[in-house]
């Protein structure tokens, strides 16, 4: 007999990533994929990836979270729906159980979760600022000709890193260019952006909220050593980045999938992979039933509708 | 004269009875919509926060509709709602809007003063149609308050999602058209019934659990500006309570101020160990109701506030205290013109898991 499995997919604006869990909680399989701006494709791609992983388990349950979460849903078929902050929430508390703070940076949003004994007690996302802070760095590494994997590698070698003016992106990045006119070494000016990202983010993220050991990092951002030695030192205190920091959001919604099925009687609602070669397409229409002029958003497989959202008053949201 | 006024949740309802029964022609504007926030943020300062600018769309739309004539809450204190009758004339009269404007300040013992400004309004009116013309209106807004707190007690348990919500805006109609007391008596018995209708059977039979609303009194009456927040919860399952119904801020701001009784001192008395010092608005009551919510064992706090309300800013630094103190949970969303549904709607879900999953476990203990 096949062994139970959990399908776990986020799918964010930057990058969408699946996980397959065994009952046991361990990762059997995970993708971390860019999502290009175009979600239905990436996740198809995505699964047929996944291929070989599915002939050996019986997927037992499916879910989704991230921006895209409604719509991965309707087309693998999810048994479970959660916002992002939960699912990280779970994920955190999995691996590191003591966890009492969880840090999170991705593409576009940042976030703060604290925990008490495996707990939700407070959280934050980002509202006015401190958002994209992923696709910051990308860019910045991009134009400054350094591999984003090396990004902060070169960040730890700096030993008098630049102040650089955080306040917002846009004027980081004239300060940074400032700096390097100033003739400031190139190592000293990443190390101080880590450092602006990071007093931006406890500044406008963690505002206000009882930030404890132990700490975990994850996220895409937690992959540089910069950043993470950034909070280190702002925080006066150890950070650790779970292994699988980059899909955790994924992980969570398979373990929330797994906690759903526990207590439901019936059999996971997974489309199965047949399902996937199907023709899906998003269309939208702006409904004039009123001055909202809602955009409403058609998700079709073949030539059906199979789900339908966007309006304020709801009249379209039922098929 | 066709007189207009700003939309506040389902306020219309009982101001354009009052008006109406005074004999004044009274020209209500298109519920707020994108169309609405979009005109009212072009022609508003980017700083002013969200209740001018809608209401400046309100105006607009209604001074298109043919009203003439603006009727508008004056203000005192911090908050700068008590400046916004002004700077809203300013704003109409440069785009070349001709109106009448008519600020009505807050009473403050002052009767004749209020007398006067409604008498520009209502024109000469005998006392007994005064009378007549308050109580109708009195009766409408009981009522308006009585469905709206039934709707929210239903709509966790109703068996078909929305139905609650058609339920209560049918039995809205229905008050808003009668045009005796003994009718609004009746849309309130027909509206209770279909409401009542609405549980699924054995709904309520779970306890749901039970997150309290407060904040700045706009954006938390006006559905159109906070996405919907209350019916969003009780269709994910909550009971929802609002720290504040049209019928208290009559009560409060206008009649024990008319009459100079002492306003009720619970809500500061609450909060004065945390924050005892008038700070405008009513950042005392946000964090007063917080205090008292956390007494009658709710499970959550939201605070509402537009963006850039200083009253709200201050309470906002306050409640952390508050929620550390008393062990209850306290999310704060703040709203612009900028604003995204998805935004908000992630953050309700995710405050719901954290209360839900924090009940359960308290539950298995």
Known sequence: ?319 | MKVTFAHMGNLYITVKALLEDLGVEVVVPPMPSKRTLSIGSRHSPEFACLPLKVNIGNYIEALELGADTIAMAGGVGPCRFGLYGEVQREILKGLGYEFDMVIIDPPQGRLRRVLQQVGRLVGRNSVGRYLRAVRLAWAKMTAVDELEKLAQRVRPFESRRGEASAALERALRLVDEASSIAGVKGALEDGREALLDVKAPGGGAHSAPRIGVVGEVYVVLEPFVNFDVERRLGEMGVLVERSIYIGDWVREHVFKDLLRLRKGRRPYDLAKPYLCHFVGGHGIETVGHTVEYAHRRFDGVIQLAPFTCMPEIVAQDVLPSVSRDMGIPVMTLIFDEHSSDAGVLTRLEAFVDLVERSRSRRDAM
């Open chain 1, 1 to 319: 007999m096949a062994r139970k499995a959990y399908l776990g997919v986020d799918v964010g604006s930057v990058s969408t990533n699946l996980v397959l869990l065994s009952e046991e909680g361990e990762v059997i399989e995970k993708l971390y994929l860019r999502t290009r701006g175009e979600p239905i494709a990436v996740i198809q791609r995505g699964m047929r990836m996944l291929a070989t992983a599915f002939s050996g388990v019986d997927v037992a349950g499916v879910g989704t979270t991230g921006s895209g979460r409604r719509l991965a849903a309707v087309i693998l078929g999810a048994d479970c729906v959660k916002n992002e902050i939960t699912a990280h929430a779970v994920a955190s508390a999995r691996f590191v159980p003591e966890v009492r703070t969880v840090i999170e940076i991705g593409g576009q949003d940042s976030k703060i979760i604290i925990l008490r004994d495996g707990m939700v007690l407070d959280f934050a996302m980002n509202t006015v600022c401190a958002a994209g802070t992923g696709s910051f760095l990308d860019q910045q590494a991009a134009r400054l000709g350094v591999p984003i994997e090396r990004f902060g590698e070169l960040a730890l070698t700096s030993k008098t890193p630049v102040r650089i003016a955080g306040r917002c992106a846009v004027f980081a990045e004239s300060d940074m260019i400032h700096k390097q006119q100033m003739g400031h070494r190139i190592e000293d000016i990443v190390a101080g952006l880590c450092e602006a990202l990071v007093r931006n983010y406890l500044s406008n993220v963690g505002k206000g909220k009882d930030i404890r050991p132990p700490v975990v990092f994850q996220g895409g951002v937690a992959a540089n050593a910069g950043m993470r030695a950034a909070f280190e030192k702002a925080l006066g205190t150890a950070v650790a980045v779970p292994e699988h920091y980059n899909v955790m959001g994924a992980i969570g919604a398979a373990l929330l999938a797994m906690e759903e099925m526990e207590c439901r009687n019936e059999p996971s609602r997974f489309r199965g992979l047949q399902a996937l070669d199907m023709d899906y397409s998003a269309s939208s229409f702006e409904c004039r039933g009123c001055p909202n002029l809602c955009e409403v958003v058609n998700i079709k497989m073949g030539r059906e509708v199979i789900a339908r959202w966007g309006s304020r008053c709801g009249r379209w949201d039922c098929l």
